[in-house]
């Protein structure tokens, strides 16, 4: 499993490349669970981690409006992300999901066709009215999304284990590789999550409140980041 860090700043940033990250996820939690950061962020933390790591980048847990989301998935893949990852929060119908990541991906690959998309559905889907993370890989493979993932929308401390249970992860993890995507799930992952994570096997796990000690509201620490990446790779 690779272990993607969520830094807020430069600063963060570093200590989660230091500590082993695999990849460096770049969000604003100010602006909500996928919220965008700046593009002079983004530009920075790319320059802070000289190439160590691929960069990720959220553009924000999105509505229906893939000109507004296209839109900031090029402005985030000319700021440096290798990875764009975009939330859908206020989507209600395949549709508007399909067309919303169809839109994203030609935005970004016309630009640069190595870089990856990364569609995220959210395991509180029912909390917020958005639709279930396991149409999402039938949805992503034809759009030309690269990664699916899953994380919780509303950041109130309830893990994503609390609405979707190891079968349903499973089955979604197991959908995203049939459909030949990378897949991921964060979600206030807990270090007691590890075992369960591994039976299910994403290629991928996403935190930030795991490394920071438990509150993702204070900063990211390095000694926490590489206690993970050593249990990752026990
Ligand atoms: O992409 C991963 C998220 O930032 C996860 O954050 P969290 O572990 O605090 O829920």
Redesign the pocket.
């Known amino acids: 499993m690779k272990l993607?860090v969520?830094p807020i700043n430069r600063e963060e940033a570093i200590i989660a490349s230091r500590g082993g990250a695999d990849i460096v996820?770049v969000?604003n939690p100010k602006e909500g669970?996928?919220g965008a950061n700046f593009p002079w962020i983004i530009r920075d933390v790319k320059e802070a981690v000289e190439g160590r790591q691929p960069i990720s980048a959220?553009i924000g847990d999105f509505n229906y409006k893939p000109g507004t989301a296209s839109l900031a998935a090029l402005g985030a893949a000319v700021a440096g992300a290798d990875y764009i990852?975009v939330g859908l929060y206020d989507i209600q119908t395949e549709d508007q999901a399909f067309e919303l990541l169809t839109k994203i991906t030609r935005a970004v690959k016309d630009y640069d066709s190595t870089k990856k998309v990364v569609a995220s559905g959210y395991s509180d889907y029912k909390r917020i009215n958005s639709i279930s993370p396991l149409l999402l890989p039938s949805i992503a493979a034809e759009a030309g999304v690269d990664v699916v993932?899953v994380?919780?929308a509303i950041?109130d401390g309830k893990s994503t284990f609390e609405f979707m249970d190891e079968k349903e992860l499973k089955k979604f993890t197991d959908l995203a590789h049939e459909y030949g995507l990378e897949n991921?799930i964060?979600?206030?992952?807990k270090f007691e999550d590890l075992p369960i994570l591994e039976r299910i096997g994403p290629d991928i796990i996403?935190?930030?409140?795991?490394v920071?000690g438990g509150d993702?509201r204070t900063a990211i620490r390095q000694e926490l980041v590489e206690k993970l990446v050593a249990e990752c790779q026990a």
């Open positions: 993607l969520s996820d969000k669970s996928l959220t990852k993932m994380d919780t950041k991921a964060a979600g206030s992952l996403g935190v930030r409140g795991m920071c993702r």
